[in-house]
């Protein structure tokens, strides 16, 4: 039998960089690893190590068909999709601009469907196959201040469970990541854009609260080594999880998510400084006008 032909998105750095390397490195079998990347440049490195490496944006249709077309036609099958890829803003959710939350859903979700389908035309017709999609525990429960991006990993987690039933006849398995704080690029890629927003906002009081919001997930965060080699392990065993929380604070948000909804939304109010704001503006009647 020959080996299994793995493609993964989003491998410039970070979790889907090191779920790469996990996978060339896998030691109970071998696989055949293509990372990919909006910029091919920015991958050369896994090239270096033996890996191979595609060109693939996830927000380009034909870029995604030539990456998998590529792939087929060398290996002649694509065994394992792990769709990586993805980016975040942070603000409130009324001050995002429309191309920033389009474009939030267009990579996390639009592009994840889009490869999916395209490698499932090429995994039906063998009636096998591994899907692993990268969520997120804030797709359980949404935080403030990154509203996009918890409803990008909702709409991900929910489109998946649909999708692993529908694909079950035909033996491709489906497996929904959901990493607790993991160490990524993301939170420091979308500083720039996040100073722009606060430079004029209507939570002027609690811009610090926002601005932890968004390193808040790198605190205390898991290196994206270790949660890779985990992922890996786990899904690519003989019985992949249809369900895999991993990661600091993973465990935590599985469970709250059970909890009444006043009291999420208290707990979520109370770290982030929103009952603070809203008592702020108790006592300041005028200070929706002045802004």
Same mark, same amino acid.
């Given at each position: 039998?020959?080996?299994?032909?793995?493609?993964?998105?989003?491998?410039?750095?970070?979790?889907?960089?090191?779920?790469?390397?996990?996978?060339?490195?896998?030691?109970?079998?071998?696989?055949?690893?293509?990372?990919?990347?909006?910029?091919?440049?920015?991958?050369?490195?896994?090239?270096?190590?033996?890996?191979?490496?595609?060109?693939?944006?996830?927000?380009?249709?034909?870029?995604?068909?030539?990456?998998?077309?590529?792939?087929?036609?060398?290996?002649?099958?694509?065994?394992?999709?792990?769709?990586?890829?993805?980016?975040?803003?942070?603000?409130?959710?009324?001050?995002?601009?429309?191309?920033?939350?389009?474009?939030?859903?267009?990579?996390?979700?639009?592009?994840?469907?889009?490869?999916?389908?395209?490698?499932?035309?090429?995994?039906?017709?063998?009636?096998?196959?591994?899907?692993?999609?990268?969520?997120?525990?804030?797709?359980?429960?949404?935080?403030?201040?990154?509203?996009?991006?918890?409803?990008?990993?909702?709409?991900?987690?929910?489109?998946?469970?649909?999708?692993?039933?529908?694909?079950?006849?035909?033996?491709?398995?489906? %497996?929904?990541?959901?990493?607790?704080?993991?160490?990524?690029?993301?939170?420091?890629?979308?500083?720039?854009?996040?100073?722009?927003?606060?430079?004029?906002?209507?939570?002027?009081?609690?811009?610090?609260?926002?601005?932890?919001?968004?390193?808040?997930?790198?605190?205390?965060?898991?290196?994206?080594?270790?949660?890779?080699?985990?992922?890996?392990?786990?899904?690519? %065993?003989?019985?992949?999880?249809?369900?895999?929380?991993?990661?600091?604070?993973?465990?935590?948000?599985?469970?709250?998510?059970?909890?009444?909804?006043?009291?999420?939304?208290?707990?979520?109010?109370?770290?982030?400084?929103?009952?603070?704001?809203?008592?702020?503006?108790?006592?300041?009647?005028?200070?929706?006008?002045?802004?």
């Amino acid at each position: 039998m020959s080996n299994r032909v793995a493609l993964i998105t989003g491998c410039s750095s970070g979790i889907g960089r090191d779920i790469a390397r996990a996978m060339f490195k896998y030691k109970y079998e071998p696989i055949v690893v293509y990372a990919s990347a909006r910029n091919l440049k920015s991958i050369e490195f896994l090239k270096a190590e033996g890996m191979n490496i595609v060109q693939l944006d996830v927000n380009d249709q034909q870029s995604i068909k030539d990456a998998i077309k590529t792939i087929v036609d060398k290996e002649g099958k694509l065994d394992i999709l792990v769709n990586n890829a993805g980016m975040n803003y942070y603000g409130p959710a009324i001050e995002l601009k429309h191309e920033e939350t389009k474009k939030i859903m267009d990579t996390n979700f639009i592009g994840l469907v889009d490869t999916t389908i395209e490698a499932c035309k090429y995994m039906v017709p063998r009636k096998t196959g591994l899907i692993i999609n990268i969520g997120s525990v804030v797709g359980l429960i949404s935080t403030p201040f990154t509203g996009a991006y918890c409803a990008s990993k909702a709409a991900v987690h929910a489109w998946s469970d649909s999708l692993r039933m529908e694909l079950d006849p035909f033996n491709i398995k489906v %497996s929904i990541v959901m990493p607790g704080a993991i160490k990524s690029e993301i939170a420091n890629n979308a500083q720039d854009t996040l100073q722009k927003t606060l430079a004029q906002t209507l939570y002027e009081p609690i811009k610090k609260f926002i601005i932890m919001r968004s390193v808040a997930s790198q605190q205390n965060a898991l290196p994206s080594e270790a949660f890779a080699d985990y992922v890996v392990k786990r899904c690519l %065993s003989t019985r992949p999880p249809k369900k895999l929380l991993y990661g600091p604070l993973s465990s935590i948000f599985g469970l709250i998510q059970f909890l009444p909804t006043i009291l999420i939304d208290f707990i979520l109010k109370k770290k982030f400084g929103l009952l603070y704001f809203r008592n702020y503006l108790n006592g300041n009647s005028k200070y929706i006008k002045s802004n």
